[in-house]
């Protein structure tokens, strides 16, 4: 026989605490940032370089650019020859 039962009290799950914050490590050594570098091509170098104004170059230049150094001793020979 089947009988109802009106009076039950159904149990209701509880909300299981953050216990997982605990479990976790603490970390005693930072993680090192990731650095990325880029290296433009030497045609990219070139082009650069080609279509950089005199007083850029001197500019360089005066600050100990081989390349620079380089361009402004060719270009006054080039004025002189």
Known sequence: MIR???NATHAQVAAQPQA???KQPVQTK??????DTVQI???AQALKEAIENPVQTAREAARGDLQAKRLLAREAADKVG
């Open 20 to 22: 997982t914050a605990a």
């Open 4 to 6: 109802s039962v009106s």
């Open 41 to 43: 091509s030497v045609a």
């Open 30 to 35: 930072p993680q090192p940032a990731s650095t």
